[in-house]
């Protein structure tokens, strides 16, 4: 049985996890268009996240700077900000139905990206807030969700840190990456549970 919550004290002395696959980083349309291709060859369920330069200033803020896809443990990261918007291959990935993808948060996140496109009509998404529910989980952030299914914490140190500098940091890559990554092992172990359930 899944526990409900998590608190605070138990979760900080849970083993820190981290990004052990491939991380790729793409800044252009071309690169983007690669990306996508071999995403769609891989023909598996998707990893989704976001992230945006944080604003310490009250009424300042900025667009989406890099969305994060992941397929098998490897991590694709299109930096937006670099790219001036959402790349035609992109969008249309984000708007295929046929693609499954899995995310966290996901109406924040497009309503962010929206933005970038107005027109942006995401299709194919499963929102974990929404599936953790079915299994009694009370927690709603990627990490604490994570915590209680596999009793390791991702550190979130990294999340306010600046995402539209020129190069992103190894630390950096490898936090963006996991975060999608970690989207679909969420979804991977809750969907395995439940085929434990109805087989019982």
């Known amino acids: 049985m899944i526990p409900h919550k998590i608190d605070k004290e138990e979760f900080s002395k849970l083993p820190i996890v981290s990004h052990s696959g491939n991380v ?32 310490f200033v ?16 490897t991590g694709y990261l299109f930096r937006l900000n670099l790219m001036n918007g959402i790349p035609d291959c992109l969008k249309n990935l984000l708007e295929d139905k046929d693609v499954i993808k899995v995310g ?10 929206h933005k ?15 599936l953790v529910k079915g299994y009694g989980i009370e927690e709603m952030s990627l990490s604490k969700i ?3 299914l596999f009793k390791k914490r ?14 992103l940091t190894d630390k950096q890559l490898s936090y963006a990456a996991f975060d999608a990554v970690a989207c679909v092992e969420i979804y991977t172990e809750l969907t395995r549970m439940g085929q434990q359930i109805i087989n019982q």
Do not use: M
């Open 24 to 55: 790729v980083v793409v800044n252009d349309v071309a690169q983007a268009e690669a990306a996508i291709q071999a995403i769609r060859d891989a023909h598996s369920i998707v990893g989704f996240d976001t992230e945006t330069r944080p604003a």
């Open 154 to 167: 991702i550190s979130k140190r990294q999340r306010l840190t600046n995402w539209e500098a020129p190069s």
């Open 104 to 113: 966290l948060s996901t109406h924040d996140d497009f309503q962010n990206l």
């Open 116 to 130: 970038w496109d107005a027109d942006l009509t995401p299709r194919g998404f499963i929102e974990l807030q929404l």
């Open 58 to 73: 009250k009424g300042v803020t900025y667009k989406v700077c890099l969305v994060q896809l992941s397929v098998g443990n």
């Open 146 to 148: 994570y915590a209680l």
